[in-house]
Structure formats: C-alpha cells, structure tokens
C-alpha cells in the first residue's frame, strides 16, 4: 500500500467555528499549501512579509494538500502567491485562529497500490471503523522530536541535560529527515563546540540559541531559553503524546480485546478487530489525561498504566517538569478521548491504479475531530 503517492492524494481542510465577517481585532488568511509544513510557512510570512503574532489551530505536513487558517493583527497584503502555496485574506475576527476554534478536519485520502488482499482487508475493516471507531493514537509526525535510538528532547530537558537536548535537536538525525538534513546535522555533530562554524549550518530558529553559545560559552541553558516559545512546546508535547500513545496500548492489552499490534519506530499500536456493545461503550467514555504534575484521572485502570510507562522512564507525574523557570512553559495536561469515530464516512469501490500498473486504488473521506488523525485511521484498515 502507498499513502501520499501524491500531494493530492491526502487532502486535509480544516474546519472552523469562527464566520469572518467585515469587523474585528484579527485578520483572518485561508492558506492553501504543499511540499511545505505550517511553520516554515510561518516563517516566510514573519521574514519576509512583515506578519506578526501569527495565530494558527494546528500544524498541516508538507506531505499532503492543505487548506488551514491564520490569523494575524497586523494589516497584510490581500493575497501572496509563492511556489506551492498561497494565502488570501477571507475577514476579520474579534477572536483569533488558535486550537480553540478548530472543529476538526474533513479528509480525503487515496491508498494506492493495494494488493488484493489489501483491498479486502479494507473493504472488511471499513464498516468496523466506521461503527466503531479505532484507537485515538498520536501518529509518528506529532512525535517528530524524537531520534533515532536516542530519544526525547524533552527527557533531555527534564533531567537538565541541556547540552544533550540541543545535540539531539541539531546533530541527531530523526526518522522524518532527508539525505540533505542528514548530511547537515552530520556537519554540525563534527563541528559540536565550535559555535562560529556551526552557526552557518544550523537551521534558522536555531542560530539565536548558537549565537548566544558564541557569547556565553558553555550556558547551555541559555541556549535553550532562546529557543521560539513554539518549537519548545513541541518538544513538549511530543514526549507527552508518546507517553500518552504507550498508556493506551497497555489499557488495550489488558483489556481482553481481539488485538492487532503494528511496531513503529517508538513503540506498538493496538488495534481493536471487533468489539462488542459493552466493550465499545466502556471505550467510548475513556478520556486519557497528558502527563504532568496537574493531570487528573477518571479511571484506576488507565492511572496505574501510565503510572507504569513513566516508571520505564525513571520518572512520576510529579517529576514530568522542566528544572529551569520560563513563563508559560511547562507540561500542560489535556484530556483526550481513546477513541475516535469518523462522521460521514464515505469509501470509493475499488479501481485500477493510474500510476502502480496492476495494482488497486480506494479513496476515502472522512470527518475527524481535531488532534485526530487520518494516518491512523488508514493503519486501522490495514490487514495485519
């Protein structure tokens, strides 16, 4: 099977509860992109056009055709056009584009170059997800700030290790980096220390946190705390998701479900074959808080598994914080269902493949609240 065969073939639009209208504090952008993820969009708006106090709801890869929305307080350009992506003023707001005004995304994805048995296997797991739903995992992307065998920036943070977080970050490949951040993040490892020569190597939200190694060598921690506020808050949140991810396979698992357990590159998902009445209504009311010293629980059961994940992590809840002080920088808690079901499913019968000669396409679309995710949903299908 192959998923974003094309730009095309994974289209994802965000849905919002705000209506611009003619009046209000923010501007409101919709942006349309491919072959580039938001913040790097983010960014070519602040450096080149002058944005300010950019809102976004949510993070869309560069791996898929994306319509989102931003919101901004300073007065832009109507519309900018550049290679691969465009933005076009819609209204004003009296609130501004954030993650509390996302409904959710409506998908349509296409899986492409199926096997027979494939198909099958996603013709008969269809009605299930459907009826059903299916584990609501953070996929791989959300967890982006993890290396290869080396693991979390933020566990680096937690135990004040800062020197081995910004080693992590710039001179650790990821599973996610191509050959040229490869063969950058290698350039950057053989020059660790010498700041001059590897500022011209570093990507551009990471030259303040060097210059200021150039000025204060060895502050490692003033290095992170130069770091953008946002890009802290991933690394945040990627090792709260992961921990989140681990918990739910280990209540799954225990839970005496008929499973099917796919490996990734930091962990296992467990996907539920069929459930019954009773099981799906005890699932559907599960709610799984992110870890932090605030998170609060409403089941014994999913307490003592996390509780026993962050145990493997020589950690508590309590000690899920950073050693060092900066406003509004700390692991948030949210509550998360465990699992999601898609409104107004639709599936395409199958279809000989324009591009895999021999081989079957399926399209599907599909309505997700927000922070689920459709990568997921197509693992949910997949045969076993």
Known sequence: MKLKARPEDFKVEERLRLRPGRRGRYAVYRLEKQLWNTLDVIRELERRHRFRHIGRAGLKDRYSRSVQYLSTITAGPPAIREKNWRLEFVGRSDEPVSRDVLLGNRFTVTLRALQPEETEAVLEAWPVVCRSGFPNY????????????????????IAGHYNGALKLWLATPSANDDADARRRKRTILEHWGDWRACLSHVPPEARAAIGWLIAEPGDFEGAVRRID?????????????????????????????????????????????????????????????????????????????????????????????????????????WDRPAVVVPKNPVLSRPGPDDIYPGRQRLTAGFFLPAGSYATVLVKALLPG
Do not use: C
């Not at 953070?138 to 943070?157: M, N, P, T």
């Not at 209540?251 to 357990?261: A, I, T, W």
């Open 229 to 333: 506020r946002p890009l802290l808050e991933l690394f945040l949140n990627a090792w709260q998701s992961w921990v989140w991810n681990e918990t739910l396979t280990l209540v799954l698992e225990r839970s005496g479900l008929d499973l099917r357990r796919l490996e990734y590159n930091l962990g296992t998902f467990a996907f539920y074959r069929r459930v019954d009445a009773g099981q799906f209504r005890y699932l559907s009311r599960l709610v799984i808080p992110a870890p932090g010293p605030r998170a609060r629980f409403t089941s014994d059961r999913v307490e003592q598994a996390m509780t026993e994940v962050l145990a493997r992590e020589r950690l508590t809840l309590d000690a899920a914080k950073l050693p060092f002080r900066l406003r509004g920088l700390f692991f948030r808690t």
């Open 138 to 157: 953070y996929d791989e992307q959300r967890l982006g700030s993890a290396r290869h065998g080396q693991g979390f920036i933020a566990r680096r943070l």
